[in-house]
């Protein structure tokens, strides 16, 4: 085994021994505030979890909606307090489950939803006006959240109360994960379109949750994980004021979403850094008047890269580590992975497990008892200085490009990703990182573990669901309904209002997505 480099994820060298002067020339009034003061480095509210811990928000999303109906409902009686949905592929990229280009993912990866049908079982007997639903859904999240909107209205649910959050970051999914369909600058429109909807309608609801958590499942580091995120959230704003919206009107309800890693420290400095870099964008660039717009309030989900098919039962602890980073740096919500997510998806064994994780961080460890647990750590905040000075370099270089958007066009954070995704591989294969029962600490023994069975009978069943509500509906109206969402594609007007109208009338996911794919056309990656 080579002997360790002392240095971050982000390439940050560690001293021996940090003091005072490790801090010469800080200012902790300016830089750092109280806790709930601005610029929020040490937390985004005064008390922080003294009065109320984060959301235990566990993902869970697999097959049909009634099967994933009924893990919301084991969660939530194991003490989960909001709800977090994973969406299969299909339903990600626009393609009902009878579609040709569907076939062999329906369900796979998340749940099937092609139709107000589905979301009506997804949620079926779930308390809409109490529980929280965060929706990781991206290119069709306005469709997602209309249909939601319209389930609860169903029940008798007042739209404005209902909270929640719908991704609805679709930039990232250039630069990192892949499930657009519509050219950036045409996505944009339908993100602005959720921004202006969700505030006449939905005012209660998160209209975005900006996520790095992609960026560095990527391969990112901590550092490219903020400054390509945050640079993507000043690209978000623009566009939002260039329609005339006022900046308090809609970045209250903008969150984020980050991915809580094993280097410990480094992560609690990437959260600080990122909040007080944000306050500080919101407050000197946009001119934000109103203090809850200057808030960075995320939700963190423990790093799924880093869990290991060896020796899986170690995950449980990367997780519990990983979720105490995110604790420590102050997160809003979390979910805790499953240790057996590198061999399948998690069952409910494992799923039970994770929140466990998670609720014997928040009742037994004591770190909750105070606001800032890390305050007056020198190691701390030199750190989280370092962490912010490279990445405001990074989001200087962003700017002199022209934003976020010509930085994906011109591949610049795509190459960056991988660059560093490589220099980590390799420092693996090099025995530079260890990566326990990986590269290290290897174990002969093979066991066996219990693995979520994968039911082959899913998608035939959700085609033939699909199909059948193609004969029933009223099919002249739906296309009337289509005809509209077409022309106001065309010729401008918030799309969220005829498509609204289609899907209430019964066409499905595919539909709608296929008449935006008409006007929009879609993007291909260059080569």
């Known amino acids: 085994m080579k002997k360790r480099k002392h240095k971050t994820a982000s390439g940050i060298e560690i001293q021996a021994l940090y003091g005072p002067e490790a801090l010469l020339g800080f200012d902790p009034a300016t830089e750092l505030g109280r806790p709930g003061e601005f610029p929020y480095t040490r937390g985004v509210y005064t008390s922080m979890y003294r009065g109320k811990l984060w959301t235990m928000r566990q993902y869970a999303g697999f097959g049909t909606a009634k099967e994933t109906n009924e893990r919301f409902k084991l969660l939530l009686e194991a003490g989960q307090t909001g709800l977090s949905c994973a969406f299969d592929l299909p339903t990600q990229m626009g393609y009902d489950s009878d579609s040709p280009l569907a076939m062999g993912e329906v369900g796979r990866v998340g749940v099937a939803i092609d139709s107000l049908l589905d979301m009506r079982d997804l949620m079926n007997e779930i308390p809409m006006d109490v529980v929280s639903t965060s929706m990781t859904i991206n290119a069709t999240a306005a469709v997602l959240l209309l249909l ?118 480094e992560e609690v400095a990437k959260y600080r850094a990122a909040r007080r870099i944000w306050a500080r964008v919101m407050s000197e660039q946009f001119h934000a008047k109103n203090s809850k717009s200057m808030l960075m309030r995320f939700h963190a989900q423990t790093a799924g890269s880093t869990l290991t098919a060896q020796q899986p039962e170690v995950n449980i602890v990367r997780v519990a580590l990983q979720g105490l980073s995110a604790i420590l740096g102050g997160t809003q919500s979390l979910h805790t992975n ?50 912010e000075q490279r990445t405001l370099e990074y989001l200087e270089v962003i700017e002199k490009m022209g934003g976020a958007v010509q930085a994906i066009e011109n591949g610049f954070m795509q190459q960056a990703i991988e660059r560093s995704a490589y220099e980590y591989a390799r420092e693996i294969d090099a025995q530079e990182q260890i990566v326990v029962g990986v590269n290290a600490f290897l174990d002969g023994e093979s066991d066996t573990f219990e693995v979520f069975p994968i039911n082959e009978q899913v998608e035939l069943g959700q085609r033939e669901r699909t199909q059948k509500l193609r004969e029933q509906r009223n099919n002249q109206e739906v296309e009337v309904k289509l005809t509209k969402l077409r022309e106001v594609a065309i010729d401008g007007g918030n799309l969220l209002y005829p498509m609204k109208d289609a899907l209430t009338a019964y066409a499905t996911l595919g539909e709608v997505s296929d008449v935006l794919r008409e006007v929009f056309g879609t993007f291909s990656p260059r080569r």
């Open 148 to 265: 939601y909107q319209i389930v609860a209205e169903e029940k008798g649910y007042d739209s404005t109360k209902l909270s929640g959050t719908v991704q609805n970051d679709i930039l990232k999914e250039y630069v990192a994960r892949g499930t657009y369909i519509y050219p950036p600058r045409q996505s944009m429109r339908l993100a602005t379109d959720i921004f202006e909807y969700c505030q006449r309608h939905m005012p209660a609801w998160n209209t975005i949750s900006i996520s790095g958590y992609h960026i560095r499942e990527a391969g990112s580091t901590a550092v490219q994980e903020i400054a390509f995120t945050i640079a993507n959230a000043i690209e978000y704003v623009k566009a939002a004021v260039e329609t005339g919206m006022d900046v308090d009107d809609f970045a209250p309800r903008i969150s984020f979403f980050w991915n809580a890693h094993s280097n410990l420290f």
């Open 338 to 387: 499953s240790f057996d997510e590198a061999l399948g998806l998690p069952t409910n064994r494992s799923a039970k497990l994770a929140l466990r994780t998670q609720q014997v961080l928040g009742y037994e460890s004591g770190i909750t008892d105070t606001a800032d647990p890390l305050a007056g750590s020198y190691f701390v905040e030199s750190l989280t200085n370092e962490v």
